[in-house]
T-cell receptor, first 114, second 113 residues
Framework: GAVVSQHPSWVICKSGTSVKIECRSL??????MFWYRQFPKQSLMLMAT?????????EQGVEKDKFLINHASLTLSTLTVTSAHPEDSSFYIC??????????FGPGTRLTVT | AQSVTQPDIHITVSEGASLELRCNYS??????LFWYVQSPGQGLQLLLK??????LVQGIKGFEAEFKRSQSSFNLRKPSVHWSDAAEYFC???????????FGAGTRLTVKP
């Protein structure tokens, strides 16, 4: 149990286009989901906290108009990178809160912007 | 705000040797502590966690960690390392349910044959 999926697992897009990444909790409901970003050989940095039915809370320095987060249901949160640029290329990982104070992580999405 | 420090960026050990990865945290109350492992290009796998109770926590793959409040530490140990343990290890701290998780910088483990 407690499986989180992400789709797609990798995506290549052209500079200036937008790309959407989905994060789903497959066998549990998650009122809170988190989005992290990881640059090569670096740690995970929290981007935003996504709460079902309300606006996401963004970390300092993260552009909310560039990284649009929607948490429309208890099992789905989406991250849309708008007008992507090469510097947005990164590994994006989501997690979802289950019961018992634990976060369950998705497998990650590798975004490459050309 | 909570924070996590992993002092060792890279550690190399011989296969069969013991391992200890260090983790120090900064938080006013008792934190929720985690160790994750990440293979290249992969997501995170939870090795073990500490919420309360026994300060020595057993995890998967033969790993264990000990919570020491007096030292603000949560070091990860394994008595005998296998080549397949080579990966990136992250210590993380959370304040509890529905709260975000903060990660250390990670320690890259290399295992020599």
């Amino acid at each position: 149990g407690a499986v989180v999926s992400q789709h797609p697992s990798w995506v290549i897009c052209k500079s200036g286009t937008s790309v959407k990444i989905e994060c789903r909790s497959l066998d549990f409901q998650a009122t809170t989901m988190f989005w992290y970003r990881q640059f090569p050989k670096q740690s995970l940095m929290l981007m935003a906290t996504s709460n079902e039915g309300s606006k996401a809370t963004y970390e300092q320095g993260v552009e909310k108009d560039k990284f649009l987060i929607n948490h429309a249901s208890l099992t789905l949160s989406t991250l849309t990178v708008t007008s992507a640029h090469p510097e947005d290329s990164s590994f994006y990982i989501c997690s979802a809160n289950g019961a018992g104070y634990e976060q369950y992580f998705g497998p990650g999405t590798r975004l490459t912007v050309t | 705000a909570q924070s996590v420090t992993q002092p060792d960026i890279h550690i190399t050990v011989s296969e069969g040797a013991s391992l200890e990865l260090r983790c120090n945290y900064s938080y006013g109350a008792t934190p929720y502590l985690f160790w994750y492992v990440q293979s290249p290009g992969q997501g995170l796998q939870l090795l073990l966690k500490y919420f309360s109770g026994d300060t020595l926590v057993q995890g998967i793959k033969g790993f264990e960690a000990e919570f020491k409040r007096s030292q603000s530490s949560f070091n990860l140990r394994k008595p005998s390392v296998h080549w397949s343990d080579a990966a990136e290890y992250f210590c993380a701290v959370s304040r509890g349910n529905n709260n975000d998780m903060r990660f250390g910088a990670g320690t890259r483990l290399t295992v020599k044959p």
